[in-house]
């Protein structure tokens, strides 16, 4: 039903253009201080802006807030995608897909403040009152960025009319040092019983705060809390970083004494201050001789993190008291009584807070005589105050919520288990507790009637306490509550509640949410205009006597915070959405969210007019009627929006498509690119028999055409470099102008070394560095190091890491604590893929061929084919099988170099059992060659080298740590070397420690993408360390000092 008071206009008469919007958008953030919270102050504003806007006669001013409210719930949805349903930016484009984003961040954040556009209310030329000063705003707006006030004064524009907390404070320049800092969280937390709420209540006590710092003259009371509110901001965003973001407190200096700070353990750490008053202040008179004034009604939703109960009854008094008695009573509550709860008392807390929720009504002064009389009923009177106990039930409150919803980052370790008020404190909060308290009757004190407005009796004794029996306390909240009717079975209101036990069926709630939808116009705002609603909607429900307005109200609230939590998760709770159709209620309230139930219900309008008025009857079917037609074409455009919305729904999933196949595109990319900056080059030269008389360097094996009887020159011989010849030549070919063209004299070079090395090999490895090639400068290093910084990069977190590197002469075992090696735990097994591939070479000769010359095709065959046993005698039993039933046996083709340059394994399904292929082929019939051969890796004694295997070195390994290191160092096993490529070999280890490491001991390999590489990427990631040049000799460093500075620096 449309406002009696408002043009008859429809929604659709007029739209704004771009310009009004605009326009809209600045008259609105330039005028932030016409809409004060009080009442009908919103609807005034909205009535001067509407005609600084010229739109009178074409919107009204509850359209324009409309459009207002739209523009702002657009902008927080763009700006904070996560909180919505799905995780993605309503839209599918982002924010630079809305044109008004932009304009809507400079108003929220204060930089559209224009003082020419700032408007006057309606007869009041007067410059603004003093309300500016509230707690309330106050606590707002000092949150505010006061960028604003930067760009204000960067334009030329004035000052005046900035609201409180915009202002830049120019005239003090005063930086705080860190011992100052800290002195300031040390006091603020340890007088927090001053800061009250109370209006002026803040300046006095920052005030207080500044002059115990002795900053007085070079900080003002507003820099000092803007300073608190900064540092507060900090700490919620690293305890509680938004979704997606890493945080790392320990970056900031003042996260653990802000922490101490919040949970109350600096309580004690500073002297209790008096707040500091002076004569200049505002409200002077006020406090001298107060006058009970009547304050207008706030919202209290922007207050709830800060206040408890007892301190909003507090705040919402206002001037009605005496400042320094409340005050007074505040620090007395935090000083003087010193009691702590028991696990007892706590639970009798709960138990009594959840039985009588009823005390609790919201009302003004409700909280604090409820929570005087729970105090009594627990016998602690004296020992305790209302104020600490509802200060108790808070944090207990937000205890729970914090393990139920974490906020994402900021999972508990224990979870809601470790905690022991957790389902008490869940039935409590979820009404399963409501009969299990005592019932108790608010304790009023002489000092609380003042408060109400009805000061005591003079024969009354100063704060006298008096009790009421149960039915009178009841009656007297009911007959307080304006918010609370009761109906009778006729329908009339009666003045205590009866006994409503009414259950509502599905029907019932089916039709609530139906005609609560339909009568949306019904409930303004305006004063008792809910209750008059809720009242026929029950009449329509049939419910009388039934229920009350009360209990169909919360119903309905009941109803939508399901509906919220449903479908806007919070943070962590992701995997609530699936919950979303078990809610027999989601879609009804969705339609009813999204206004589709408009027409659907039966419309309320209040009593029916009375008997013989026909022509308003008829006046009420023309109105009707004209509703539907309106209706009808409400109806027209949401279809014709529905096909827009599906329209760009399937755009959306076209362009989801497109961008998926693009990102497709980039990782190939990427990986090509990695390919690229990853030469993999043979440290080695060959011989061909075709062409003895050439020898090929590195990469030059391509230009082999036949690699048959490659014959092998190695540098390296059991993992020492031996041959300076060969290794010369393979550098001349890599830095030469085949290669990469290295100017020696400007690069540097980081090459690894086995652990352990001679020192003569080392000596000799720097002359020819420093004096042959002459590099700039130069890094020796392990290639296990190089693998460990590689891990911790990636797992920052870490602080221990096991390095496994099997290559081609050897296997190690080093150990790594925060990126230095621990000599004494390091092993080495004597085993690597040399052994095995001329292991396989023998097998296969005395079995099948001689291959003793073929180094080249063995080695391929081995990669091809060969893998790590998960059960040895399992698969030696498979291998013995005839026919099928023999799973291991594969049949290899060898190259001829001629129509096969390379061999390949025939599958499974392709092998002829007889091993006559009428291909012509040359056929190697390998069965349990295949996971022999690797399992020399975790047996050595097989081939007859009396060594431990991987899994008894790494055990010993980690055994001669530190008990405490042991678990870290089990749970952090990296593989690196070209054997650990072998299939099945990253399960195979871990099952073999499983059963050698104790089972409350986590065990954990990693395999990485590419471990031949691994050691590579590491020294890549060295390189641009900003510590590498700390780290290398430089030639100039090696001429003066010789190969001692070599032995100082590089500890191999």
């Given amino acids: 039903m449309m406002d009696a008071f408002s043009p008859n206009l429809t929604e659709d008469s007029y739209k704004m253009s771009e310009d009004d919007i605009r326009r809209l958008i600045k008259f609105r953030a330039s005028n932030e201080l016409l809409f004060t919270g009080k009442r009908n102050s919103a609807k005034i504003a909205w009535s001067v802006i509407l005609r600084a806007l010229d739109l009178q006669g074409k919107l009204t001013a509850e359209q324009i807030a409309k459009k207002w409210?739209?523009?702002?719930?657009?902008?927080?949805?763009?700006?904070?995608?996560?909180?919505?349903?799905?995780?993605?930016?309503?839209?599918?484009?982002?924010?630079?897909?809305?044109?008004?984003?932009?304009?809507?961040?400079?108003?929220?954040?204060?930089?559209?403040?224009?003082?020419?556009?700032?408007?006057?209310?309606?007869?009041?030329?007067?410059?603004?009152?003093?309300?500016?000063?509230?707690?309330?705003?106050?606590?707002?707006?000092?949150?505010?960025?006061?960028?604003?006030?930067?760009?204000?004064?960067?334009?030329?524009?004035?000052?005046?009319?900035?609201?409180?907390?915009?202002?830049?404070?120019?005239?003090?320049?005063?930086?705080?040092?860190?011992?100052?800092?800290?002195?300031?969280?040390?006091?603020?937390?340890?007088?927090?019983?001053?800061?009250?709420?109370?209006?002026?209540?803040?300046?006095?006590?920052?005030?207080?705060?500044?002059?115990?710092?002795?900053?007085?003259?070079?900080?003002?009371?507003?820099?000092?809390?803007?300073?608190?509110?900064?540092?507060?901001?900090?700490?919620?965003?690293?305890?509680?970083?938004?979704?997606?973001?890493?945080?790392?407190?320990?970056?900031?200096?003042?996260?653990?004494s802000m922490d101490d700070a919040m949970e109350g353990r600096l309580a004690g750490a500073a002297p209790a201050l008096a707040p500091v008053f002076v004569a200049e202040d505002e409200d002077c008179e006020m406090l001298l001789s107060p006058a009970?004034?009547?304050?207008?009604?706030?919202?209290?939703?922007?207050?709830?993190?800060?206040?408890?109960?007892?301190?909003?009854?507090?705040?919402?008094c206002g001037h009605d008291k005496s400042a320094s008695l409340a005050l007074g009573d505040l620090r007395r509550s935090g000083a003087d009584l010193g009691y702590r709860l028991t696990d007892e008392d706590i639970q009798k807390l709960v138990e009594l807070r959840a039985a009588n929720k009823a005390l609790f009504t919201g009302r003004r002064n409700s909280a604090k005589p409820a929570w005087r009389a729970i105090v009594k009923e627990m016998g602690l009177t004296g020992?305790?105050?209302?104020?600490?106990?509802?200060?108790?039930?808070?944090?207990?409150?937000?205890?729970?919520?914090?393990?139920?919803?974490?906020?994402?980052?900021?999972?508990?370790?224990?979870?809601?288990?470790?905690?022991?008020?957790?389902?008490?404190?869940?039935?409590?909060?979820?009404?399963?507790?409501?009969?299990?308290?005592?019932?108790?009757?608010?304790?009023?004190?002489?000092?609380?009637?003042?408060?109400?407005?009805?000061?005591?009796?003079?024969?009354?004794?100063?704060?006298?306490?008096?009790?009421?029996?149960?039915?009178?306390?009841?009656?007297?909240?009911?007959?307080?509550?304006?918010?609370?009717?009761?109906?009778?079975?006729?329908?009339?209101?009666?003045?205590?509640?009866?006994?409503?036990?009414?259950?509502?069926?599905?029907?019932?709630?089916?039709?609530?949410?139906?005609?609560?939808?339909?009568?949306?116009?019904?409930?303004?705002?305006?004063?008792?205009?809910?209750?008059?609603?809720?009242?026929?909607?029950?009449?329509?429900?049939?419910?009388?006597?039934?229920?009350?307005?009360?209990?169909?109200?919360?119903?309905?609230?009941?109803?939508?915070?399901?509906?919220?939590?449903?479908?806007?998760?919070?943070?962590?709770?992701?995997?609530?959405?699936?919950?979303?159709?078990?809610?027999?209620?989601?879609?009804?309230?969705?339609?009813?969210?999204?206004?589709?139930?408009?027409?659907?219900?039966?419309?309320?309008?209040?009593?029916?007019?009375?008997?013989?008025g026909g022509g308003d009857r008829a006046v009420l079917e023309q109105q009707r009627a004209a509703l539907e037609?309106?209706?009808?074409?409400?109806?027209?455009?949401?279809?014709?929006?529905?096909?827009?919305?599906?329209?760009?729904?399937?755009?959306?999933?076209?362009?989801?498509?497109?961008?998926?196949?693009?990102?497709?595109?980039?990782?190939?990319?990427g990986r090509e690119r990695e390919l690229l900056d990853q030469s993999v080059i043979p440290n080695c030269q060959f011989r061909s028999k075709t062409s003895r008389m050439k020898t090929f360097t590195a990469n030059q094996l391509d230009e082999i055409k036949d690699p048959s009887a490659l014959f092998y020159i190695l540098p390296f011989q059991k993992g020492y470099l031996v041959n300076w010849d060969v290794q010369r030549k393979v550098w001349d070919h890599l830095f030469g102008k085949e290669m990469f063209k290295v100017d020696f004299a400007d690069s540097s070079i980081i090459i690894s070394e086995p652990y352990f090395n001679f020192t003569s090999i080392q000596e000799s490895m720097n002359e020819i560095l420093f004096e042959e090639y002459r590099f700039q400068s130069a890094l020796r290093i392990n290639a296990g190091s190089l693998s460990a910084r590689r891990y911790f990069r990636s797992e920052p977190y870490e602080l221990c890491s096991l390095v496994v590197d099997s290559g081609f002469s050897f296997t190690h075992i080093a150990p790594y604590c925060r990126g230095s090696r621990m000599k004494d735990a390091i092993r080495r097994i004597n085993v690597g893929g040399k052994l095995l591939t001329n292991h396989l070479k023998e097998i296969i000769s005395y079995r099948q061929l001689h291959v003793m010359d073929e180094t080249h095709v063995i080695n391929q065959v081995k990669e091809d084919v060969c893998f790590v046993s998960q059960d040895f005698y399992r698969d030696m039993a498979v291998a013995q099988l005839k026919g099928q039933d023999n799973t291991v046996m594969r049949d290899y083709v060898l190259p001829d170099f001629s129509g096969i340059k390379k061999g390949f394994c025939k599958p499974a399904e392709q092998v002829v059992q007889s091993g006559k292929y009428k291909t012509g082929e040359q056929i190697l019939r390998l069965a349990n060659e295949r996971f022999a051969v690797p399992e020399i890796l975790f047996h050595p004694s097989d081939v007859g080298i009396q060594e431990m295997g991987i899994p008894e070195a790494i055990v010993d390994s980690v055994r001669s740590l530190s008990e405490d290191m042991q678990p870290h160092m089990y749970g952090n096993i990296i593989l690196t070397g070209g054997n650990v490529l072998f299939p099945g070999f990253r399960e195979r280890l871990e099952a073999e420690l499983r059963a050698l490491v104790p089972a409350h001991v986590p065990v954990k390999v990693t395999l990485p993408d590419n471990p031949i590489t691994y050691a590579w990427e590491g020294g890549k990631l060295l390189a641009n360390d900003p510590d590498y040049e700390e780290m290398v000799v430089t030639r100039d460093d090696y001429e003066e000092n010789g190969h001692f500075v070599c032995e100082e620096k590089f500890d191999i």
């Fill in 629 to 669: 037609q309106e209706w009808m074409a409400l109806d027209r455009e949401r279809a014709s929006a529905r096909a827009e919305r599906e329209w760009l729904k399937r755009e959306r999933v076209a362009l989801e498509r497109d961008r998926a196949l693009l990102e497709l595109e980039r990782v190939a990319l």
């Fill in 292 to 316: 009970p004034r009547k304050r207008a009604r706030r919202s209290r939703s922007g207050m709830a993190e800060f206040l408890s109960e007892s301190e909003l009854d507090m705040l919402i």
């Fill in 383 to 612: 020992k305790i105050t209302p104020d600490q106990v509802a200060k108790k039930w808070d944090n207990l409150k937000t205890k729970f919520k914090d393990l139920k919803f974490p906020p994402r980052g900021a999972e508990p370790q224990g979870g809601a288990a470790s905690w022991p008020w957790f389902q008490l404190m869940s039935d409590a909060l979820e009404g399963r507790l409501a009969g299990k308290g005592v019932q108790v009757a608010p304790v009023w004190s002489g000092e609380d009637d003042a408060i109400s407005g009805s000061p005591p009796s003079a024969d009354a004794p100063e704060a006298a306490i008096y009790e009421m029996d149960d039915a009178r306390a009841v009656a007297d909240l009911c007959r307080s509550d304006d918010s609370i009717t009761y109906i009778d079975a006729s329908g009339e209101e009666c003045a205590a509640p009866p006994e409503l036990a009414y259950k509502m069926s599905e029907q019932d709630t089916r039709r609530l949410i139906t005609l609560r939808a339909a009568n949306e116009d019904l409930f303004t705002g305006r004063r008792n205009a809910a209750k008059a609603a809720w009242k026929a909607i029950i009449q329509q429900l049939d419910l009388q006597g039934k229920v009350s307005t009360y209990q169909v109200a919360k119903k309905w609230d009941n109803l939508k915070r399901r509906f919220k939590d449903l479908k806007y998760p919070p943070p962590g709770m992701d995997n609530m959405t699936e919950g979303a159709a078990s809610w027999p209620w989601f879609h009804l309230m969705d339609d009813a969210m999204e206004g589709r139930l408009v027409c659907n219900g039966s419309l309320v309008g209040g009593p029916e007019p009375p008997v013989g």
């Fill in 69 to 256: 409210d739209n523009l702002r719930s657009k902008y927080k949805d763009l700006k904070q995608p996560d909180q919505s349903a799905d995780g993605e930016q309503p839209g599918g484009g982002g924010a630079e897909s809305w044109p008004w984003f932009r304009m809507m961040d400079d108003a929220m954040h204060g930089r559209l403040y224009n003082s020419r556009m700032a408007l006057g209310l309606p007869g009041d030329g007067r410059r603004r009152r003093d309300d500016d000063n509230d707690v309330l705003e106050f606590l707002i707006k000092t949150e505010m960025d006061d960028s604003a006030a930067a760009e204000s004064a960067d334009g030329g524009e004035s000052a005046e009319g900035l609201p409180v907390g915009w202002r830049r404070m120019s005239e003090c320049s005063y930086k705080m040092s860190e011992e100052e800092t800290e002195r300031l969280i040390k006091i603020r937390a340890a007088n927090e019983a001053i800061f009250t709420g109370k209006k002026n209540s803040a300046k006095m006590a920052w005030r207080a705060v500044l002059h115990q710092l002795g900053l007085q003259g070079k900080l003002s009371t507003e820099q000092l809390a803007k300073k608190w509110d900064n540092l507060k901001r900090r700490y919620k965003e690293l305890r509680f970083p938004p979704r997606g973001v890493e945080s790392n407190p320990s970056s900031w200096p003042w996260f653990q």
